[in-house]
T-cell receptor, first 110, second 118 residues
Framework: GQQLNQSPQSMFIQEGEDVSMNCTSSSIFNTWLWYKQDPGEGPVLLIALYKAGELTSNGRLTAQFGITRKDSFLNISASIPSDVGIYFCAGQLAGNQFYFGTGTSLTVIP | KAGVTQTPRYLIKTRGQQVTLSCSPISGHRSVSWYQQTPGQGLQFLFEYFSETQRNKGNFPGRFSGRQFSNSRSEMNVSTLELGDSALYLC?????????????????FGQGTRLTVV
């Protein structure tokens, strides 16, 4: 299957700091989605990207669809304790099948 | 608007048994996808159903099967359970009225069914 390399694997940051994580792939994707998952829950959609170069914001979150269509990044500004969780990128090829990154575990220290 | 509903939330089965999981998508959504999530393998795509037809399939053995009903509700079945089938099984729904549509491909997940095989 497709491999999505997501980094970093984990992050420990102070409250108020900015966070950046990214996903890279060997394949070209049509769509990139970013999700956050809390323990025991399903992933929650944060941002969807549909076009190479597209930059989209959702509150303190900003994500970009890479120009090569093989990568995407997610930034979180001014982190707060409720940002804690695991963040996943997902890339879509043709059809409705998504491939997920391995996740970035975020810990925010108050 | 109700979200994606998965039942049951938790399940314990013994090796060799079979299990059926249920997913009710968001009203109006016609596509239902199933994923297996484990600590070692992450989120792995199982299959996708659209209008009662399996449209995409991941690399899982034939013990994993599914179906979709006319009201878009979907079930997933795993036969002859193995210890390695222990995982969180997630269902995601999307509008997906056309393969190339933009916002129609956004996938929304349920809370999952935690399956433990002993």
């Amino acid at each position: 299957g497709q491999q999505l390399n997501q980094s970093p694997q984990s992050m420990f940051i102070q409250e108020g700091e900015d966070v950046s994580m990214n996903c890279t792939s060997s394949s070209i994707f049509n769509t990139w989605l970013w999700y956050k998952q809390d323990p025991g829950e399903g992933p929650v959609l944060l941002i969807a990207l549909y076009k190479a170069g597209e930059l989209t914001s959702n509150g303190r979150l900003t994500a970009q669809f890479g120009i090569t269509r093989k990568d995407s990044f997610l930034n979180i500004s001014a982190s707060i304790p409720s940002d804690v969780g695991i963040y996943f990128c997902a890339g879509q090829l043709a059809g409705n099948q998504f491939y997920f990154g391995t996740g970035t575990s975020l810990t925010v220290i108050p | 608007k109700a979200g994606v509903t998965q039942t049951p939330r938790y399940l314990i089965k013994t090796r060799g048994q079979q299990v059926t999981l249920s997913c009710s998508p968001i009203s109006g959504h016609r596509s239902v996808s199933w994923y297996q999530q484990t600590p070692g393998q992450g989120l792995q795509f199982l299959f996708e159903y659209f209008s009662e037809t399996q449209r995409n399939k991941g690399n899982f053995p034939g013990r994993f099967s599914g179906r979709q009903f006319s009201n878009s509700r979907s079930e997933m079945n795993v036969s002859t359970l193995e210890l390695g089938d222990s995982a969180l099984y997630l269902c995601a729904s999307s509008l997906a009225t056309a393969r190339s549509s933009r916002a129609n491909t956004e996938a929304f997940f349920g809370q999952g069914t935690r399956l433990t095989v002993v």
